[in-house]
């Protein structure tokens, strides 16, 4: 197979439709607060759940799905969508609240996450949720899935974009990395990696299990086009993915610096609740504080 991937104007695609959602900068900031208390409700009615990694990248989603992708509720398949991938499958449920204010599905749905036979599981099922797109699971798949999506709509001459959302911690693994290779051999424009640098994951911190420093320049190296933000504050968002639809021949990463549980005090940057639920008592503190 050739590297040079040049869709031929003789199948080119219609012109992009504009995103379903295309909220002002107050409502996108009201829309994130809706979003984390979601995630506060689902996992503490779960009983279980990964509040902590779900909280950090809820601005990242929130400018996706309310600013950024087009796609068709209504259509979950239809083929000139904007792909999203969960590669970190454990922060389902705010991939499940986005969905469900996207009008994917019913938000009180959201009661029954992780429930005998709900379509809300632990991690993503594309089998079972619309709007999902890869089944997740064990780390460091996703951005295999997301090359394999962003080559074929390439060899499809579409003209969608795939946004990857990778975990610090997936970014340890060697699968990872040779799919940072591949994008990179076969120089896709149309893929979209962010990173959830929220600097922990289950046994610690990232820079004592392994430290990815320099990040950025690792990344680089491997010929993609690196950006750093606060992935919390969503102008700096949305003009990083704004910066990443100009680059053409190479794919984009963008590494977005979070913190951990952010938006509830008591969960920012504390290890345990990477996949530890808030007790009743901590519910009504936590929704009080994103209110």
Known sequence: ?????????????????????????????????????????????AGSGHPGGSLSSTDIVAALYFKVMRYNPLDPQWVDRDRFILSKGHAAPIVYAALAESGYFPVEELTTLRKFGSRLQGHTDRNFTPGVEMSAGSLGMGLSFGVGVALAGKLDYRDYCTYVLLSDGEC?????????????????????????????????????????????????????????????????????????????????VIIAHTIKGKGVSFMEGNVKFHGKVPTSEEVGRALRELE
């Open 1 to 45: 197979m050739s590297n040079q991937i040049n869709p031929g104007s003789q199948n080119a695609p219609q012109a992009r439709q504009v995103n379903v959602f295309d909220l002002s900068m107050v409502d996108l900031i009201e829309m994130a607060k809706k979003l984390r208390r979601h995630i506060i409700t689902m996992t503490a009615t």
């Open 172 to 252: 340890e693994e060697g699968q990872t990395w040779e799919a940072v290779l591949s994008a990179a051999q076969y120089k896709l424009d149309n893929l979209v990696a962010i990173v959830d640098y929220n600097k922990i994951q289950l046994s610690g911190w990232v820079k004592d299990v392994m430290n990815l420093e320099p990040l950025n320049r690792k990344w680089q190296a491997f010929g993609w086009h690196a950006i750093d933000i606060d992935g919390h504050d969503l102008g700096q968002i949305l003009a990083a993915i704004q910066e990443a639809q100009k680059i053409k021949t190479k794919p984009v």
